[in-house]
Protein backbone atom coordinates (compact mmCIF):
# COMPACT_ATOMS: atom_id res chain seq x y z
CA UNK A 1 0.00 0.00 0.00
CA UNK A 2 0.91 3.73 -0.45
CA UNK A 3 2.39 5.18 2.75
CA UNK A 4 1.79 8.38 4.51
CA UNK A 5 4.78 10.49 7.07
CA UNK A 6 3.62 13.00 8.57
CA UNK A 7 6.23 13.58 11.78
CA UNK A 8 7.38 16.51 9.95
CA UNK A 9 4.01 18.29 11.35
CA UNK A 10 5.00 17.54 14.98
CA UNK A 11 6.38 20.26 16.76
CA UNK A 12 9.56 17.88 18.02
CA UNK A 13 10.45 18.84 14.18
CA UNK A 14 9.52 21.99 13.70
CA UNK A 15 8.76 23.93 17.03
CA UNK A 16 5.69 24.86 18.85
CA UNK A 17 4.44 27.87 17.11
CA UNK A 18 4.21 26.30 13.37
CA UNK A 19 4.11 22.80 14.59
CA UNK A 20 1.18 20.09 15.95
CA UNK A 21 1.08 17.83 18.98
CA UNK A 22 -0.02 15.08 16.74
CA UNK A 23 -1.02 12.27 18.79
CA UNK A 24 -3.20 15.13 21.03
CA UNK A 25 -4.87 16.25 17.77
CA UNK A 26 -5.55 12.13 16.99
CA UNK A 27 -7.13 11.80 20.41
CA UNK A 28 -9.35 14.94 20.37
CA UNK A 29 -10.99 13.92 16.73
CA UNK A 30 -10.76 10.05 16.86
CA UNK A 31 -14.81 9.82 17.47
CA UNK A 32 -15.19 12.60 15.39
CA UNK A 33 -13.21 10.90 12.82
CA UNK A 34 -15.02 7.50 13.25
CA UNK A 35 -18.61 9.55 12.96
CA UNK A 36 -17.25 11.05 9.89
CA UNK A 37 -15.96 7.82 7.95
CA UNK A 38 -18.83 5.75 9.09
CA UNK A 39 -21.39 8.02 7.54
CA UNK A 40 -19.73 8.31 4.30
CA UNK A 41 -20.39 4.85 4.16
CA UNK A 42 -23.57 4.17 5.57
CA UNK A 43 -24.83 7.59 2.62
CA UNK A 44 -22.68 6.15 -0.15
CA UNK A 45 -25.59 4.03 -1.44
CA UNK A 46 -28.21 6.71 -1.17
CA UNK A 47 -29.73 8.76 -4.56
CA UNK A 48 -28.84 12.03 -3.82
CA UNK A 49 -25.92 12.23 -1.44
CA UNK A 50 -23.39 12.37 -4.54
CA UNK A 51 -21.16 9.57 -3.14
CA UNK A 52 -21.80 6.88 -5.57
CA UNK A 53 -18.11 7.85 -6.29
CA UNK A 54 -17.15 5.47 -3.43
CA UNK A 55 -18.65 2.46 -5.34
CA UNK A 56 -17.11 3.36 -8.70
CA UNK A 57 -14.44 0.59 -8.17
CA UNK A 58 -16.86 -2.38 -7.81
CA UNK A 59 -18.94 -1.44 -11.20
CA UNK A 60 -17.41 -4.85 -12.91
CA UNK A 61 -20.50 -3.71 -15.99
CA UNK A 62 -18.50 -0.81 -16.89
CA UNK A 63 -14.70 -2.72 -16.95
CA UNK A 64 -16.61 -4.99 -19.35
CA UNK A 65 -18.32 -2.64 -21.53
CA UNK A 66 -15.05 -0.52 -21.70
CA UNK A 67 -13.04 -3.37 -22.41
CA UNK A 68 -14.55 -4.65 -24.61
CA UNK A 69 -15.31 -1.59 -27.04
CA UNK A 70 -11.07 -1.05 -26.91
CA UNK A 71 -10.81 -4.46 -28.02
CA UNK A 72 -13.34 -3.48 -31.19
CA UNK A 73 -11.77 -0.93 -31.99
CA UNK A 74 -7.76 -1.31 -31.46
CA UNK A 75 -5.94 -1.11 -34.27
CA UNK A 76 -8.86 1.00 -36.32
CA UNK A 77 -7.37 4.80 -34.93
CA UNK A 78 -4.09 6.55 -35.21
CA UNK A 79 -4.89 8.86 -32.29
CA UNK A 80 -7.27 8.91 -29.50
CA UNK A 81 -8.76 12.74 -29.03
CA UNK A 82 -10.39 13.48 -25.99
CA UNK A 83 -12.63 16.70 -26.00
CA UNK A 84 -13.40 17.78 -22.20
CA UNK A 85 -13.09 19.89 -19.36
CA UNK A 86 -12.21 20.17 -15.39
CA UNK A 87 -12.82 16.87 -14.12
CA UNK A 88 -13.78 15.50 -17.66
CA UNK A 89 -10.08 15.48 -18.94
CA UNK A 90 -7.37 16.05 -15.44
CA UNK A 91 -8.56 12.49 -14.38
CA UNK A 92 -7.51 11.00 -17.73
CA UNK A 93 -4.93 12.78 -18.32
CA UNK A 94 -3.74 12.67 -15.04
CA UNK A 95 -4.05 8.66 -15.25
CA UNK A 96 -2.64 8.73 -19.23
CA UNK A 97 0.71 11.02 -18.18
CA UNK A 98 2.33 8.55 -15.63
CA UNK A 99 0.92 5.19 -17.11
CA UNK A 100 2.12 5.52 -20.60
CA UNK A 101 5.69 5.96 -21.46
CA UNK A 102 7.04 9.52 -21.39
CA UNK A 103 6.65 11.86 -24.53
CA UNK A 104 4.06 9.01 -25.96
CA UNK A 105 2.95 11.00 -28.54
CA UNK A 106 6.10 11.15 -30.14
CA UNK A 107 7.17 7.80 -30.02
CA UNK A 108 6.73 4.71 -32.69
CA UNK A 109 4.20 3.02 -33.05
CA UNK A 110 6.22 -0.28 -32.58
CA UNK A 111 7.42 1.81 -29.44
CA UNK A 112 3.66 2.40 -28.47
CA UNK A 113 2.51 -1.44 -28.81
CA UNK A 114 0.32 -0.36 -31.66
CA UNK A 115 -1.59 1.83 -29.69
CA UNK A 116 -2.92 5.02 -30.57
CA UNK A 117 -1.21 8.21 -29.65
CA UNK A 118 -3.66 10.75 -27.24
CA UNK A 119 -4.69 14.30 -26.92
CA UNK A 120 -6.87 15.94 -24.49
CA UNK A 121 -8.24 19.14 -25.70
CA UNK A 122 -9.25 21.10 -22.42
CA UNK A 123 -8.89 24.17 -23.40
CA UNK A 124 -11.02 26.05 -25.83
CA UNK A 125 -7.63 28.50 -27.35
CA UNK A 126 -8.29 29.16 -30.88
CA UNK A 127 -4.80 28.79 -31.23
CA UNK A 128 -4.59 25.54 -29.80
CA UNK A 129 -7.34 24.02 -31.25
CA UNK A 130 -6.54 25.23 -34.91
CA UNK A 131 -2.97 24.09 -34.75
CA UNK A 132 -4.09 20.87 -32.55
CA UNK A 133 -7.19 20.09 -35.72
CA UNK A 134 -4.75 21.19 -38.10
CA UNK A 135 -1.95 18.45 -37.00
CA UNK A 136 -3.98 15.74 -36.65
CA UNK A 137 -5.73 13.09 -39.34
CA UNK A 138 -9.01 13.03 -37.81
CA UNK A 139 -10.22 10.23 -40.62
CA UNK A 140 -8.24 7.94 -38.58
CA UNK A 141 -8.91 10.09 -34.76
CA UNK A 142 -11.05 8.34 -32.43
CA UNK A 143 -13.23 11.20 -30.33
CA UNK A 144 -14.31 10.51 -27.14
CA UNK A 145 -16.66 13.58 -26.22
CA UNK A 146 -17.03 13.96 -22.35
CA UNK A 147 -19.54 16.31 -20.09
CA UNK A 148 -22.69 14.70 -18.30
CA UNK A 149 -25.27 18.07 -18.60
CA UNK A 150 -24.33 17.91 -22.13
CA UNK A 151 -24.55 21.48 -21.48
CA UNK A 152 -21.05 22.59 -20.96
CA UNK A 153 -20.27 25.30 -23.45
CA UNK A 154 -16.72 24.69 -23.88
CA UNK A 155 -16.99 20.83 -24.63
CA UNK A 156 -20.04 21.46 -26.96
CA UNK A 157 -18.54 24.04 -28.93
CA UNK A 158 -15.48 21.75 -29.53
CA UNK A 159 -17.87 18.89 -30.30
CA UNK A 160 -19.72 20.91 -32.83
CA UNK A 161 -16.53 21.55 -34.50
CA UNK A 162 -15.28 18.97 -34.96
CA UNK A 163 -18.25 16.60 -35.67
CA UNK A 164 -18.33 19.19 -38.73
CA UNK A 165 -15.39 18.25 -39.63
CA UNK A 166 -15.67 15.16 -39.50
CA UNK A 167 -18.72 14.95 -41.23
CA UNK A 168 -17.00 17.20 -44.33
CA UNK A 169 -14.81 14.27 -44.57
CA UNK A 170 -16.47 11.22 -44.37
CA UNK A 171 -20.09 11.76 -44.90
CA UNK A 172 -22.50 9.74 -42.36
CA UNK A 173 -19.34 7.49 -41.70
CA UNK A 174 -18.22 9.95 -39.31
CA UNK A 175 -20.26 8.72 -36.52
CA UNK A 176 -17.81 5.57 -36.22
CA UNK A 177 -15.19 8.37 -34.97
CA UNK A 178 -17.23 10.17 -32.26
CA UNK A 179 -17.63 7.89 -28.53
CA UNK A 180 -19.47 9.52 -25.70
CA UNK A 181 -19.35 9.68 -22.08
CA UNK A 182 -22.74 11.68 -21.07
CA UNK A 183 -25.73 10.80 -18.40
CA UNK A 184 -27.52 7.94 -18.87
CA UNK A 185 -30.76 9.56 -19.71
CA UNK A 186 -30.96 13.56 -19.69
CA UNK A 187 -29.13 16.34 -21.49
CA UNK A 188 -28.31 17.42 -24.99
CA UNK A 189 -25.47 15.69 -25.51
CA UNK A 190 -27.55 11.76 -24.72
CA UNK A 191 -29.99 13.54 -27.10
CA UNK A 192 -27.29 13.66 -29.87
CA UNK A 193 -26.06 10.28 -29.30
CA UNK A 194 -29.42 9.23 -28.98
CA UNK A 195 -29.91 10.33 -32.42
CA UNK A 196 -26.85 10.22 -34.46
CA UNK A 197 -26.60 7.15 -32.86
CA UNK A 198 -22.89 7.19 -31.51
CA UNK A 199 -21.45 4.44 -29.52
CA UNK A 200 -21.75 5.84 -25.76
CA UNK A 201 -21.01 5.03 -22.07
CA UNK A 202 -22.40 6.30 -18.98
CA UNK A 203 -21.36 8.50 -16.11
CA UNK A 204 -23.46 7.07 -12.88
CA UNK A 205 -25.88 9.59 -10.97
CA UNK A 206 -25.13 11.19 -8.45
CA UNK A 207 -20.89 11.36 -9.35
CA UNK A 208 -19.75 14.74 -9.74
CA UNK A 209 -16.53 15.45 -12.66
CA UNK A 210 -13.90 15.99 -10.25
CA UNK A 211 -15.23 13.08 -8.54
CA UNK A 212 -15.46 10.97 -12.00
CA UNK A 213 -11.94 9.47 -12.89
CA UNK A 214 -12.96 5.90 -11.91
CA UNK A 215 -16.05 5.68 -14.22
CA UNK A 216 -15.64 5.90 -17.99
CA UNK A 217 -14.98 9.20 -17.80
CA UNK A 218 -11.24 8.15 -16.92
CA UNK A 219 -11.45 4.55 -17.89
CA UNK A 220 -12.29 4.33 -21.33
CA UNK A 221 -9.45 6.65 -22.62
CA UNK A 222 -6.93 5.00 -20.61
CA UNK A 223 -8.42 1.53 -22.15
CA UNK A 224 -8.14 2.52 -25.97
CA UNK A 225 -4.55 3.44 -25.14
CA UNK A 226 -3.47 0.18 -24.13
CA UNK A 227 -3.74 0.81 -20.28
CA UNK A 228 -4.39 -1.79 -18.05
CA UNK A 229 -7.68 -0.27 -16.13
CA UNK A 230 -8.27 -3.57 -14.00
CA UNK A 231 -5.04 -3.28 -12.32
CA UNK A 232 -5.85 0.40 -11.47
CA UNK A 233 -9.37 -0.45 -10.21
CA UNK A 234 -7.74 -2.94 -8.05
CA UNK A 235 -5.94 -0.50 -6.37
CA UNK A 236 -9.33 1.64 -6.14
CA UNK A 237 -10.89 -1.36 -4.02
CA UNK A 238 -7.80 -2.52 -2.13
CA UNK A 239 -7.51 1.30 -0.64
CA UNK A 240 -11.70 1.58 -0.23
CA UNK A 241 -11.25 -1.46 2.05
CA UNK A 242 -8.56 -0.19 3.96
CA UNK A 243 -10.30 3.47 4.57
CA UNK A 244 -13.62 2.12 5.98
CA UNK A 245 -11.19 2.05 9.26
CA UNK A 246 -12.36 4.21 11.37
CA UNK A 247 -9.83 4.23 13.01
CA UNK A 248 -7.51 7.60 12.49
CA UNK A 249 -4.49 6.00 13.22
CA UNK A 250 -4.93 3.59 10.50
CA UNK A 251 -6.68 5.55 8.19
CA UNK A 252 -4.76 7.73 6.05
CA UNK A 253 -7.33 9.66 4.28
CA UNK A 254 -8.57 10.99 7.66
CA UNK A 255 -5.00 11.68 9.04
CA UNK A 256 -4.48 13.87 6.01
CA UNK A 257 -7.57 15.50 6.28
CA UNK A 258 -7.40 16.14 9.86
CA UNK A 259 -4.11 17.66 9.66
CA UNK A 260 -4.71 20.13 6.85
CA UNK A 261 -8.19 20.86 8.69
CA UNK A 262 -6.14 21.45 12.07
CA UNK A 263 -2.98 23.80 10.19
CA UNK A 264 -6.35 25.94 8.35
CA UNK A 265 -8.17 26.54 11.69
CA UNK A 266 -5.97 26.93 14.21
CA UNK A 267 -2.19 27.57 12.31
CA UNK A 268 -3.30 30.15 9.81
CA UNK A 269 -2.36 27.78 6.87
CA UNK A 270 -4.23 28.68 4.03
CA UNK A 271 -2.32 27.57 0.98
CA UNK A 272 -1.91 23.30 0.48
CA UNK A 273 0.99 22.96 -1.88
CA UNK A 274 1.06 19.45 -3.97
CA UNK A 275 4.25 18.40 -4.96
CA UNK A 276 5.58 15.34 -6.84
CA UNK A 277 8.73 14.34 -7.43
CA UNK A 278 7.96 12.81 -10.67
CA UNK A 279 7.62 14.33 -14.17
CA UNK A 280 4.45 11.54 -14.35
CA UNK A 281 2.45 12.68 -11.54
CA UNK A 282 2.96 16.34 -12.36
CA UNK A 283 -1.34 16.51 -13.96
CA UNK A 284 -2.06 14.27 -10.41
CA UNK A 285 -1.00 17.74 -8.86
CA UNK A 286 -3.61 19.48 -11.87
CA UNK A 287 -6.03 17.14 -11.09
CA UNK A 288 -5.86 17.65 -6.89
CA UNK A 289 -5.76 21.29 -7.58
CA UNK A 290 -9.69 20.98 -8.91
CA UNK A 291 -10.61 18.18 -6.21
CA UNK A 292 -9.90 20.14 -3.67
CA UNK A 293 -10.20 23.74 -4.59
CA UNK A 294 -13.79 22.74 -6.17
CA UNK A 295 -15.19 21.08 -3.06
CA UNK A 296 -13.97 22.97 -0.21
CA UNK A 297 -13.90 26.60 -1.27
CA UNK A 298 -16.90 27.50 -0.04
CA UNK A 299 -18.98 30.29 0.73
CA UNK A 300 -21.67 28.98 3.24
CA UNK A 301 -21.41 25.53 5.63
CA UNK A 302 -24.34 23.41 5.83
CA UNK A 303 -26.11 25.49 8.86
CA UNK A 304 -26.19 28.77 6.54
CA UNK A 305 -23.48 30.48 8.29
CA UNK A 306 -20.81 32.63 5.92
CA UNK A 307 -17.35 30.89 6.36
CA UNK A 308 -15.38 31.69 3.30
CA UNK A 309 -13.52 28.68 3.43
CA UNK A 310 -10.75 26.48 2.00
CA UNK A 311 -7.17 26.24 1.59
CA UNK A 312 -5.66 27.17 -2.14
CA UNK A 313 -4.20 24.39 -3.88
CA UNK A 314 -1.05 24.92 -5.64
CA UNK A 315 0.85 22.60 -8.03
CA UNK A 316 4.51 22.25 -7.82
CA UNK A 317 6.73 19.90 -9.47
CA UNK A 318 10.21 18.48 -8.02
CA UNK A 319 13.29 18.94 -8.54
CA UNK A 320 12.22 21.78 -11.07
CA UNK A 321 9.96 24.17 -9.06
CA UNK A 322 12.86 23.76 -6.53
CA UNK A 323 14.04 26.63 -8.76
CA UNK A 324 11.18 28.63 -8.50
CA UNK A 325 8.73 28.37 -5.81
CA UNK A 326 10.72 26.86 -2.74
CA UNK A 327 12.72 30.65 -1.93
CA UNK A 328 9.22 31.69 -0.96
CA UNK A 329 7.86 28.31 0.24
CA UNK A 330 10.92 28.55 2.75
CA UNK A 331 11.56 32.30 3.40
CA UNK A 332 8.08 33.55 2.33
CA UNK A 333 5.23 33.73 4.37
CA UNK A 334 4.61 30.67 6.61
CA UNK A 335 0.95 30.11 5.70
CA UNK A 336 1.36 26.56 3.49
CA UNK A 337 1.23 23.13 3.86
CA UNK A 338 3.70 21.24 1.47
CA UNK A 339 2.44 17.55 0.63
CA UNK A 340 4.95 15.72 -1.24
CA UNK A 341 4.85 12.71 -3.02
CA UNK A 342 7.62 10.68 -3.57
CA UNK A 343 8.56 6.97 -5.94
CA UNK A 344 10.09 4.36 -3.99
CA UNK A 345 11.31 2.96 -7.00
CA UNK A 346 12.15 4.48 -10.66
CA UNK A 347 11.55 2.42 -13.29
CA UNK A 348 14.68 3.42 -14.90
CA UNK A 349 18.30 4.48 -13.64
CA UNK A 350 20.93 6.80 -15.28
CA UNK A 351 24.61 6.74 -14.59
CA UNK A 352 26.52 10.21 -14.52
CA UNK A 353 30.07 9.16 -16.24
CA UNK A 354 33.31 9.79 -14.54
CA UNK A 355 34.18 12.50 -16.73
CA UNK A 356 35.71 16.32 -15.77
CA UNK A 357 37.08 14.86 -12.70
CA UNK A 358 38.91 17.45 -12.40
CA UNK A 359 36.55 19.98 -11.94
CA UNK A 360 34.09 21.44 -9.46
CA UNK A 361 31.44 18.69 -11.07
CA UNK A 362 33.49 15.59 -10.71
CA UNK A 363 32.03 14.38 -7.35
CA UNK A 364 28.85 13.89 -9.34
CA UNK A 365 30.89 11.34 -12.05
CA UNK A 366 29.62 7.43 -10.98
CA UNK A 367 26.22 8.34 -9.25
CA UNK A 368 23.37 7.42 -10.26
CA UNK A 369 20.79 10.08 -11.57
CA UNK A 370 18.04 8.36 -9.26
CA UNK A 371 20.75 9.51 -6.45
CA UNK A 372 20.55 12.52 -6.97
CA UNK A 373 16.57 12.75 -7.99
CA UNK A 374 16.33 11.69 -4.22
CA UNK A 375 19.03 13.75 -2.68
CA UNK A 376 16.79 17.31 -4.19
CA UNK A 377 14.00 15.31 -2.36
CA UNK A 378 15.66 14.89 1.05
CA UNK A 379 17.45 18.49 0.55
CA UNK A 380 14.06 20.34 0.37
CA UNK A 381 12.27 18.58 2.72
CA UNK A 382 15.51 19.08 5.30
CA UNK A 383 15.52 22.50 4.25
CA UNK A 384 11.65 23.17 5.04
CA UNK A 385 12.57 21.94 8.37
CA UNK A 386 14.99 24.64 8.89
CA UNK A 387 12.24 27.42 8.34
CA UNK A 388 9.83 25.34 10.52
CA UNK A 389 7.54 24.76 7.49
CA UNK A 390 4.92 21.54 8.10
CA UNK A 391 5.70 19.50 5.00
CA UNK A 392 3.84 15.53 4.77
CA UNK A 393 4.96 13.02 2.39
CA UNK A 394 2.90 10.30 0.09
CA UNK A 395 5.22 7.60 -0.80
CA UNK A 396 3.95 4.98 -3.54
CA UNK A 397 6.18 1.80 -4.07
CA UNK A 398 6.47 2.97 -7.61
CA UNK A 399 4.68 4.04 -10.71
CA UNK A 400 1.69 1.67 -11.55
CA UNK A 401 -2.19 1.61 -11.75
CA UNK A 402 -2.44 -0.12 -8.74
CA UNK A 403 -0.60 2.24 -6.90
CA UNK A 404 -2.06 4.92 -9.01
CA UNK A 405 -5.19 3.77 -8.33
CA UNK A 406 -4.82 4.05 -4.45
CA UNK A 407 -3.35 7.16 -4.46
CA UNK A 408 -5.87 9.31 -6.51
CA UNK A 409 -9.00 7.35 -4.34
CA UNK A 410 -7.15 7.97 -1.12
CA UNK A 411 -7.29 12.13 -2.44
CA UNK A 412 -10.78 11.26 -3.17
CA UNK A 413 -11.56 10.12 0.36
CA UNK A 414 -9.14 12.79 2.23
CA UNK A 415 -11.34 15.60 0.68
CA UNK A 416 -14.68 14.06 1.41
CA UNK A 417 -13.40 13.93 5.20
CA UNK A 418 -12.31 17.27 5.29
CA UNK A 419 -15.37 18.80 3.70
CA UNK A 420 -17.28 17.04 6.53
CA UNK A 421 -14.75 18.31 9.11
CA UNK A 422 -15.59 22.30 7.69
CA UNK A 423 -19.16 21.10 8.17
CA UNK A 424 -19.95 22.14 4.46
CA UNK A 425 -21.23 20.48 1.21
CA UNK A 426 -17.90 18.53 -0.98
CA UNK A 427 -19.92 18.00 -3.54
CA UNK A 428 -21.15 21.10 -5.07
CA UNK A 429 -20.11 24.08 -6.66
CA UNK A 430 -22.20 27.06 -6.70
CA UNK A 431 -19.30 29.50 -7.77
CA UNK A 432 -18.71 27.86 -11.02
CA UNK A 433 -22.66 27.66 -11.84
CA UNK A 434 -22.48 31.33 -11.53
CA UNK A 435 -19.75 31.74 -14.13
CA UNK A 436 -21.26 29.13 -16.33
CA UNK A 437 -24.58 31.03 -16.56
CA UNK A 438 -22.85 34.59 -17.04
CA UNK A 439 -21.28 32.57 -20.23
CA UNK A 440 -24.37 31.19 -21.18
CA UNK A 441 -25.92 34.95 -20.66
CA UNK A 442 -22.98 36.42 -23.01
CA UNK A 443 -23.08 33.74 -25.68
CA UNK A 444 -27.11 34.17 -26.22
CA UNK A 445 -28.23 31.14 -24.91
CA UNK A 446 -32.29 31.32 -24.63
CA UNK A 447 -33.47 32.38 -21.86
CA UNK A 448 -30.48 34.33 -20.61
CA UNK A 449 -31.55 37.50 -22.13
CA UNK A 450 -32.28 39.90 -19.16
CA UNK A 451 -28.98 38.74 -17.53
CA UNK A 452 -26.85 39.02 -20.68
CA UNK A 453 -28.50 42.80 -21.10
CA UNK A 454 -27.54 43.46 -17.15
CA UNK A 455 -24.15 41.74 -17.72
CA UNK A 456 -22.96 43.99 -20.57
CA UNK A 457 -24.24 47.68 -18.89
CA UNK A 458 -21.71 46.03 -15.92
CA UNK A 459 -18.98 45.44 -18.28
CA UNK A 460 -18.93 48.68 -20.21
CA UNK A 461 -18.56 50.47 -16.81
CA UNK A 462 -15.11 47.93 -16.01
Known amino acids: MIKLDYKNVDKTFIGEENGLEIENVFNEFQYKIAEIISDLNKRK ?30 NRFENVLVLGIGGSALGGMAMSEALLKPYWNILSEEE ?26 LEKTLVNVITKSGTT ?14 QEKLGDDYRKNIVVTTDKEIGLLRQLANQEGYKNFVIPDDVGGRYSVFSAVGLLPLALVGIDIDEIINGVKDMDLALKNTDI ?57 KINTGLTPIKSVGVTDQHSQIQLFNEGPNDKIINFIRIEEFENSLEIPKIFEYTGIGYLGG ?3 NQLFNAEADATKMALLDFSRPNITITLPKISGYYLGQ ?32 TYALMGRTGYEDSANNLRERLALT
Request: hydrophobic letters at 45%.
Open 367 to 369: KAI
Open 45 to 74: DKPGQWLQWMNLGYSEETLWFVKEYAAIVK
Open 249 to 305: RHNIAAQCALIHYIYNTRKNKNILVMMPYSSRLKYVADWFVQLWAESLGKNIDNDGN
Open 407 to 438: LLYMLEVETAIAGALYNINAFDQPGVEQVKNY
Open 153 to 166: AETMAQYMIVANLL
Open 112 to 137: RDNNPRIFFLDNIDPDQMCSLLNTLN
